[in-house]
């Protein structure tokens, strides 16, 4: 028996180490500390229900785990076999306990090929890797495949880019193959820059070996010898859980001179980012790791041809290399009978908002967004209404009621105005201001621009004025059709995809939710009355018994009145600040 | 280039020496330098990076361009107790702007400043990775999830 705790980041802050820590105690003081194993695993993706513990082989899942609970489950499960219900998830709607994992709406729809060993094996074990038939793909590339081979392979997977844009993954890898050089670099792209994205970070804390493998796969299909993560230095856990797994790899010989006794040598090297989105770009990346600013460059020379040092340097993101060691060991022809006709296998989405079951899910390619929201992600929390859902991060756009049947793939979110990005996929909900959401990006945006070209630098800036002009209800129609002149600019003349991308959020939302910015212009009124500035604070007459508590309250003397007779708000005055609606108890402040 | 002036001392540039050639020297491992640099001194003022360029022999400005460029790098000490809010998407969407806002007043901080007394600072980040617990504030090594805007002066409260 197995008791699996989990050392996502999530659960982690509700300090799972504590219960894991519990744990090993029960058992030693109960004389089973041999017997059973206690193991802190990567993200289980459950992370809406953490800290979660789960008891292997009968996949028993148990959620909101307390330090103290592991009294109970060390004396209950453990040595009478009973498994303890009240720490069982309970389903929402038949309010059923749930005995194990297998049978939670949340996992039912998952498939997992890039999270396959994220809350399985302890990640900082490369035995239990090993295992799991780790590194047995890249023993069968050195020692029955050619390099030619292992391209073929990945071509005929159908694999594409997870980093954002999809390139399909085997055919950069021939491009790089081909490029000849004394000296070539595989690079991972672990610099996760989509601010509500964490699958990267799962799959490296939660299986850190699965990426060395595969860099050292396609070092030995491109002909390099040298590998480079670039990983962003907010990221300490994964940071250390890398460094173990590097360190162990050596030790076992599979990553260093001669691997598998082959004439194959490859070693990898982490290089750290320092928080600029920007760096993600892999031209802007690549400078970034030769200790300069990240700031990117006019594509050609693409960096297959000429990357880190001049070099031939194939980058690839962490969920694509996490896909590609199954590829080899279970064949193409497996990977591509999953998904769409042309977006093959699974994608990682990381789930967070106004939905139930916050975590992170890994779906095949053609899952609907109704499939992903309403059954593994449990609905719209507090039963309020869906209103959007946004993808791609600051480079994507919202999807809305008319996309919930859409299958999922790149090429599909691309024709619905939206893009796959990273994975991120935010759930909206009536209370979210669309045009507040898109500020929201801008904000982001103006803040990541490297600055190096004019369009970004300024344009950006200027939406991002030009939307707080409009939440403040200072817009007008002009400013709409400004607004969307604006984006199309900046969508034309950047240099980089970040300008090339970063209007998306406004020209969806300006596609999908016209009526909302309207409203903001026309009538000053934010829809779903989350704009400060355009509310209206008002006195019900009738309601109101002048007890004078919202008058004293008001930092501006908005508010006349009479004690024990109604009282008044000074439109011109009020600064809108709320506090007459927290001071009176009686319910006679409205607010529209 | 900052408003603080400090006076290296020897052991300081000792350190700074060590840390360079722990890197041979090489300005491609400039960023890890600075990285290891901050580590130490808690932030990167002029004066050090005077010397980084010195040791390294590139120019200050280089030193200076990339410091700047990346947010990780800050020329300005944190507070003891150093507060980030998460704004990421997931935060966002969940009001964490209510959250930063509260903070901003009981703490009469801007993001990016530190109190006089040095014991708080306040920054903003994006992602931490628990968006499960959204709105997510950190104190130091220790998060905070499910914070409420009325949670605010019982989390500064501890640090007293
Ligand atoms: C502004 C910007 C940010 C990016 N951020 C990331 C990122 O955080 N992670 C990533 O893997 N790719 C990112 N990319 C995409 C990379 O440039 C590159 O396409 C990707 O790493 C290639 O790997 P893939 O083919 O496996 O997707 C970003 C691109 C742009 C334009
Ligand atoms: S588009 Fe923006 S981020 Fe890209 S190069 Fe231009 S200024 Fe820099
Ligand atoms: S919202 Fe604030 S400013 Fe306006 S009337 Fe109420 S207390 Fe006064
Ligand atoms: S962090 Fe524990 S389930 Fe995600
Ligand atoms: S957005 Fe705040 S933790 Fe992810």
């Not at chain 1, 990117?296 to 060691?325: D, I, Q, R």
Request: with cysteine.
């Amino acid at each position: 028996m197995h008791l699996l705790v989990c050392g996502g980041t999530g659960c982690r802050a509700a300090e799972s180490s504590l219960i894991l820590e519990s744990l090993k105690r029960e058992l030693e003081e109960k004389g089973l500390g041999n017997e059973v194993q206690v193991i802190m695993t990567g993200c289980f993706g459950f992370c809406e229900k953490g800290p979660v513990v789960k008891v292997m082989p009968d996949n028993t899942f148990y959620v909101q785990v307390k330090p103290e609970d592991a009294a109970v489950i060390v004396a209950e499960h453990v040595i009478k076999g009973r498994p303890v219900q009240r720490l069982l998830y309970v389903d929402p709607k038949s309010k059923e306990h749930v005995p194990d994992s297998k049978h939670m709406g949340f996992y039912r729809k998952q498939i997992r090929i890039a999270l396959r060993n994220c809350g399985f094996i302890n990640p900082e074990n490369i035995d239990e890797y090993i295992a799991r038939e780790g590194y047995a793909a890249l023993g069968k590339c050195i020692s029955e495949l050619t390099p030619a081979d292992v391209i073929d392979s990945i071509k005929k997977s159908g694999l594409r880019g997870r980093g954002g844009a999809g390139f399909p993954t085997g055919l950069k890898w021939e491009i790089a193959s081909k490029n000849k050089a004394d000296q070539k670099y595989v690079v991972c792209n672990a610099d996760e820059g989509d601010p509500g994205a964490f699958m990267d970070r799962s799959v490296l804390e939660g299986d850190p070996h699965s990426i060395l493998e595969a860099m050292a796969i396609c070092g030995y299909a491109i002909g390099a010898s040298k590998g480079l993560i670039y990983i962003r230095a907010e990221y300490p856990l994964a940071i250390q859980r890398l460094k173990i797994a590097l360190g162990q790899a050596r030790e076992y010989g599979l990553l260093g001179k001669n691997i598998f006794g082959s004439d194959f040598s490859f070693d990898i090297e982490l290089r750290y980012g320092a928080g600029a989105f920007v760096c993600g770009e892999e031209t802007a990346l690549i400078h970034s790791m030769e200790g300069m600013r990240g700031e990117p460059t006019n594509k050609p020379p693409f960096p297959a041809e000429s990357g880190f040092l001049g070099k031939p340097s194939n980058v690839n993101n962490v969920e694509t290399f996490a896909s590609v060691p199954v590829i080899i060991s279970k064949g193409w022809e497996w990977f591509s009978s999953i998904g769409t006709e042309k977006s093959k296998g699974t994608k990682v989405f990381a789930l967070a908002g106004k939905i139930n079951n916050v975590g992170l899910i890994e779906v095949p390619m053609g899952t609907t967004l109704r499939e992903i929201i309403f059954e593994i992600g449990g609905g719209i929390k507090n039963g309020k209404k869906f209103k959007a859902v946004q993808t791609g991060g600051p480079s994507g756009g919202c999807l809305t009621e008319k996309h919930l049947d859409t299958p999922i793939d790149f090429d599909n979110l691309v024709a619905a105005g939206s893009m796959m990005g990273s994975g991120g996929m935010i759930v909206m909900d009536e209370d979210d201001c669309m045009v507040s959401i898109a500020k929201f990006f801008l904000e982001f945006t103006v803040e990541e621009s490297c600055g190096k070209c004019a369009p970004c630098r300024i344009g950006n800036k200027r939406l991002h004025e030009l939307l707080t002009h409009i939440t403040k209800g200072n817009g007008t129609m002009a400013d709409l059709d400004r607004l969307k002149n604006m984006c199309n600019v900046i969508k034309d003349t950047s240099l980089c995809g970040l300008g090339q991308t970063s209007p998306n959020p406004v020209l969806s939302t300006l596609n999908n939710f016209m009526d909302e910015y309207v409203a903001h212009v026309t009538e000053k009124r934010c829809p779903a009355g989350s704009c400060r500035e355009l509310m209206k604070y008002s006195i019900i007459v009738d309601k109101c018994v002048g007890c004078t508590a919202c008058a004293r309250g008001c930092p501006v003397n908005a508010i006349s009145g009479e004690r024990k007779g109604p009282h008044f708000i000074d439109q011109e005055k009020c600064i809108k600040c709320g506090a007459c609606f927290e001071k009176c108890k009686f319910g006679a402040v409205l607010i529209n | 280039m900052s408003s603080i002036k400090i006076e290296l001392r020897q052991e300081d540039l000792n350190k700074i020496h060590e840390i360079c050639d722990s890197f041979n020297n090489e300005p491609l491992e400039l960023i890890n330098v600075l990285h290891r640099t901050q580590e130490h001194f808690g932030y990167l003022p002029a004066e050090v990076q005077e010397a980084i360029a010195d040791k390294l022999n590139i120019s200050t400005a280089q030193v200076y361009g990339v410091v700047t460029f990346y947010s990780f790098f800050t020329m300005t000490p944190k507070g003891k107790h150093p507060i980030s809010i998460c704004m990421g998407t997931a935060c966002y969407v969940r009001g964490a702007e209510k959250v930063l806002d509260e903070f901003k007043k009981e703490l009469a901080l801007q993001v990016g400043q530190t109190t006089p007394d040095g014991k708080f600072s306040l920054s903003s980040l994006r992602c931490v990775g628990a968006c499960g617990l959204a709105p997510v504030v950190l104190v130091g090594d220790k998060t905070y999830g499910r914070v409420a805007p009325d949670d605010v002066k019982a989390i500064l409260k501890e640090y007293e």
